[in-house]
Nanobody, 119 residues
Framework: VQLVESGGGLVQAGGSLTLSCAASGIRFSIHEMTWYRQAPGKQRELVAA????????NYADSVKGRFTISRDNAKNTMYLQMNSLRPEDTAVYYCNARRSVANVAYEYWGQGTQVTVSS
């Protein structure tokens, strides 16, 4: 199983980035997918999540209206469009794939991609 994030980088405040998470080794279309982030000295936090079909989404209050999560099940890829970036969005962003079978959760993590927003 591999989840590979890409698209991170350095951007000025107010700018935009699009992150991608490419999955292999899993049936991508049956997994809930989530973006998390972890800033230095802080706990990992949920940024945005999508159901297996992409029909349902959930966002942290801090990113609502600025970030959009999406997925393309034909390409086994999830995306995070990030607009109006702020310095406080600086973090390592991780993708997570999760599914539950008979109350047992199976989940996988990517290695993370760094997003740095300068003021």
């Amino acid at each position: 199983v591999q989840l590979v994030e890409s698209g991170g980088g350095l951007v000025q405040a107010g700018g935009s980035l699009t992150l991608s998470c490419a999955a292999s080794g899993i049936r991508f279309s049956i997994h809930e997918m989530t973006w998390y982030r972890q800033a230095p000295g802080k706990q990992r936090e949920l940024v945005a999540a999508t159901t297996s079909t992409g029909g349902g989404t959930n966002y942290a209050d801090s990113v609502k209206g600025r970030f959009t999560i999406s997925r393309d099940n034909a390409k086994n890829t999830m995306y995070l469009q990030m607009n109006s970036l702020r310095p406080e969005d600086t973090a390592v962003y991780y993708c997570n794939a999760r599914r539950s079978v008979a109350n047992v959760a199976y989940e996988y993590w990517g290695q993370g991609t760094q997003v740095t927003v300068s003021s």
